[in-house]
């Protein structure tokens, strides 16, 4: 087959033949090379593109296998396709100079939106509980989560009053 079917049996038997262009065999390979920078995932990359370009382009984008089996399409290309499924075929290939953003300041999320570092909380204080004395220090980083909130309303409506009293 040209395409991993939806589902096979414990025998190795296509159970279903659909292939939908599901973006978790892309994203796994994207993974490993950025883990291993082993070429051998940037040929796999090449096989499931060149697969994409060969069985599954259609006049108006990418259609799904109807059956792997005999390589028929549906009439649907789902969202993932081009959201997730291509863009890991493209940061695959890509060099880290040629982004217009930092990747590595990024993780993705199991949707494959970027989900900035940033956001991360910078100290244990918002995450251990802590004693009333401490409670200073904990204003302190609960302002600094804020404002590094995506979208940070302080960054979007400066001169805003709720901006100071929200949290």
Same mark, same amino acid.
């Given at each position: 087959?040209?395409?991993?079917?939806?589902?096979?049996?414990?025998?190795?038997?296509?159970?279903?033949?659909?292939?939908?262009?599901?973006?978790? !065999? %892309?994203? *796994?390979?994207? &993974?490993? #090379?950025?883990?291993?920078?082993?070429?051998?995932?940037? /040929?796999?990359?090449?096989?499931?593109?060149?697969?994409?370009?060969?069985?599954?382009?259609?006049?108006?984008?990418?259609?799904?296998?109807?059956?792997?089996?005999?390589?028929?399409?549906?009439?649907?290309?789902?969202? !993932? %396709?081009? *959201?997730?499924? &291509?863009? #890991?075929?493209?940061?695959?290939?890509?060099?880290?100079? /040629?982004?217009?953003?930092?990747?590595?300041?990024?993780?993705?999320?199991?949707?494959?939106?970027?989900?900035?570092?940033?956001?991360?909380?910078?100290?244990?204080?918002?995450?251990?509980?802590?004693?009333?004395?401490?409670?200073?220090?904990?204003?302190?980083?609960?302002?600094?989560?804020?404002?590094?909130?995506?979208?940070?309303?302080?960054?979007?409506?400066?001169?805003?009053?709720?901006?100071?009293?929200?949290?």
């Amino acid at each position: 087959h040209h395409f991993l079917p939806e589902a096979i049996t414990s025998d190795f038997q296509v159970h279903w033949g659909q292939h939908f262009l599901r973006p978790e !065999f %892309v994203e *796994s390979t994207y &993974f490993l #090379y950025k883990a291993t920078k082993d070429p051998h995932y940037l /040929e796999v990359g090449k096989k499931v593109l060149k697969a994409l370009q060969k069985h599954a382009r259609v006049t108006c984008g990418y259609a799904a296998v109807k059956d792997v089996r005999t390589m028929k399409h549906e009439d649907r290309m789902d969202s !993932f %396709v081009l *959201s997730e499924t &291509f863009k #890991y075929l493209y940061l695959l290939f890509s060099k880290d100079e /040629e982004l217009f953003l930092d990747i590595n300041q990024f993780v993705f999320t199991t949707e494959a939106h970027l989900l900035p570092l940033s956001l991360a909380r910078l100290s244990n204080s918002t995450v251990v509980p802590v004693e009333d004395e401490y409670h200073e220090f904990l204003d302190a980083d609960e302002d600094v989560e804020f404002a590094q909130a995506c979208p940070s309303t302080r960054y979007m409506f400066p001169d805003h009053l709720s901006t100071v009293e929200a949290a």
